[in-house]
């Protein structure tokens, strides 16, 4: 099998009879690609509703996975260990992915030279806003271009994008996992790490469509302010502090090292201090940017008291 399209699910039971359209008019044969739908601890009629889209939908390989609720980055996980295809694709349930997708990633992975192939993970395309079809974020400088996406980054470009990745390269870059949220922040982790080794082929080329952020899809709750969140942006900023240095913007990195402290703040603040400052430090990886947040730690908690 060629291509697993999967979906990480939590409670949007409502979209899931549309996305099953969208997906039976991928034109691609059918016996090449899966739809693998994670179920991430849903509570509503998801799993009823599954049924009847396998029963409506007979000609698409549909495979469902219900796990435990652990966020987003967790189902992502869960379904590239279980992924039967080649190269893994994903498309959340309130988006889509246009007919030719699959056939456009193939076109641009045969592009790809073969003395390069065992050094690029895959292909990213673009996303486009449902409202106007114009591209998410930006386009990418050059029409196809192997480079690496921090490098792209570097250059302004931003915003969603669609990826078709190998699936063995995936499994080397699980996104780590926490007890103390629900969501990792993939693209400074899991793409950064993957750019340290790999090179990926940019194309620009449409790939999905894409809503705006739903305040109860994964990324809309995310501007909540909760302990979960918190902890979020201080894992996603503790990740710069220890890793990004060498790959992120300066003002990034600055950003970063008063992040990482007044998040760390204000998740003592939501769960009654039952962090400690040894945990905080032992965090951090090098002495040091152990000494620098020495420094920043004070000026982290005058903003904080600034900010109520």
Request: charged letters at 25%; glycine letters at 6%; a neutral charge.
């Amino acid at each position: 099998m060629k291509h697993t399209i999967f979906t990480p699910v939590y409670n949007r039971a409502g979209n899931m009879f549309d996305l099953a359209k969208h997906i039976s008019e991928i034109d691609y044969p059918k016996s090449e690609f899966e739809w693998l739908i994670i179920d991430d601890g849903s509570t509503d009629n998801l799993k009823d509703i599954l049924y009847q889209i396998k029963d409506t939908y007979t000609d698409i390989n549909i495979r469902s996975i219900h796990k435990e609720n652990g966020g987003i980055h967790t189902a992502q996980n869960c379904a590239i260990k279980n992924a039967l295809g080649e190269y893994i694709t994903r498309i959340d349930s309130d988006d889509y992915l246009l007919p030719d997708c699959l056939k456009n990633y193939d076109m641009a992975l045969d592009s790809i030279p073969l003395e390069k192939r065992n050094g690029v993970a895959g292909v990213v395309g673009l996303c486009m806003n449902m409202k106007d079809m114009s591209v998410r974020g930006t386009s990418f400088p050059e029409e196809s271009q192997i480079t690496r996406g921090y490098l792209l980054a570097r250059k302004g470009v931003k915003g969603d994008k669609n990826f078709c990745i190998k699936t063995s390269v995936m499994k080397e870059f699980l996104i780590p996992e926490h007890d103390d949220t629900k969501w990792v922040p993939e693209g400074g982790i899991l793409w950064l790490e993957l750019d340290k080794k790999y090179e990926t082929l940019f194309v620009n080329i449409p790939i999905s469509v894409c809503t705006e952020p739903n305040p109860e899809s994964y990324t809309g709750s995310m501007k909540k302010e909760t302990l979960a969140n918190i902890m979020t942006c201080y894992y996603g900023s503790i990740y710069i502090v220890n890793n990004g240095k060498r790959y992120y913007p300066l003002q990034a990195i600055l950003k970063a090292y008063i992040k990482t402290p007044l998040a760390y703040i204000r998740a003592r603040k939501y769960n009654k201090y039952k962090y400690s400052y040894h945990r905080f430090f032992n965090d951090i990886v090098s002495f040091s940017d152990k000494c620098i947040m020495c420094c920043c730690i004070p000026l982290a908690f005058i903003y904080s008291i600034i900010k109520r």
